[in-house]
């Protein structure tokens, strides 16, 4: 029977980026993915700041930049009436190096994360899925079928990536609580629209539908999103998204002459789910991504979250599995990550209602969707086991993300930062005699920032800050866990 450490279930943006953190850290994995190739509807098209941070850390955040924009204004209608224009606006702050959120089409994520996986020696197995699993004392049996074959796989650890239906979740008997919100429907599709300069993100304004059109045009690229809220018939049924029906609706709700869809090549029917996974282990397997939360899609971040779940796991996973701390350290995967989801939810549901309510009132659309929550910049462990410490800093708190910071040579403490180990500023004392951290003298700028005047912050692989303390604390911290 073969044998890998880690079997991922799905290949999208969770499953590569838990897929990355392993190849890195040379822990042996594999990654399946059901669907024979990879999807090219657009999906998720927002990378929140954090993410950003997140996937500078692997290396790919300047690509995505040069693919994606941060720039394009709000345009707004009444029908046909031109209602104004409003500018993107961000949030500045000065702790990070990607203050704004980063529009572009969730394939493009996808592409980057698979050509980061590919230069680590990593491979998605297509068309291949996990149709029974049976845990043991110490790992799981998984029985994958293919088209051209089939396999008994023994994986020491296992995680479903599978999305908000996930099989794997449902065949672990994890309990999927909340509700689903069948009044709430859209059309979303790509399109490609004649008619229409591709210099705005379009929303036509109604107070029978609140948005009740939306037009995204992704840079380089003649593909549009559409997103139309569509009620059910009588029936209760939704209607079928086509291009035909797309022009239809716009004609009717608009009644703008000379705009026509051309193609679609990507046609879908959402409904507003807001439920959230009870667990997120049962024995050695684990879920993350939309099979352990889903949510409204206000605000963008239902990928960026399952990003940072896969972030958060994939040290976890191969710091255990190297023999660098007990098991226990995986059960803070879902102390940490269970009340982000449990924010997630509340935050979404509260955007979504502030949005459809300035929609119907013709009075602002999309543009009310980001906060300076929705950066996901400010996201905390404070409460997690993990923290530890005996002194303070003016801002910081053990837990929090720890801050970016420009140097005075115009580089940025995040390129000191990059990669898999333990991270140890050192403010004003002497440094510490340690081969298990990297360690990162502080200058007056980072000490600023910090508000730590002397001793050290001992820094998490995953960015987070795990201690301010004493230097002759960290073996005693790294110890324990």
Known sequence: MNHTQVLIIGAGPVGMTLACELARRHVSYRIIERSPVASQGSRAKALQPRSLEILNDLGIAEELLAVGTTELPFRKYAGNQFLGETPRTGFPRNDTRFPKTLLLPQPAVERALRAKLEALGGRIEWATELVDFKQIEKGIICKLENPNWSEELNATYMVACDG??????????????????????????????????????????????????????????????????????KDGIVPTPSLEGFNRIFKERTQMEGVTFTNSTWQSIYRVNVRRAETYRVGNAFIAGDAGHVHSIAGGMGM??????????????????????????????????????????ETTSQRQKVMMAGAASGKSGMETLGTTDTTQLNLNYRGSSLNAGSQTSTCLLAGDRAPDVQLNNGTWLSDQLRGTEWKLLVFNTEMPNTDRVKVIPAEEAVRVSYGVNSGVVLIRPDGHIAMIGKANQVNTYLNNL
């Open 164 to 233: 908000g239906k996930s099989t794997t979740r449902k065949k672990l008997g994890i309990q999927f609580v909340g509700e689903t919100h069948q009044e709430e429907t859209m059309w979303v599709g790509d399109v490609e629209v004649e008619g229409l300069t591709p210099d705005a993100w379009y929303n036509w304004l109604s107070p029978v539908y609140g948005i009740a059109m939306a037009l995204f045009p992704f840079k380089n690229s003649n593909q549009w999103q559409l997103q139309a809220v569509m009620p059910a018939e």
């Open 304 to 345: 960026n979250t399952g990003i940072q779940d896969a972030y958060n796991l994939g040290w976890k996973l191969a710091t255990v599995i190297n023999g660098e701390a007990t098991d226990q350290l995986l059960n803070t995967y879902g102390e940490e990550r269970i009340p982000i989801a449990d924010w997630l939810l």
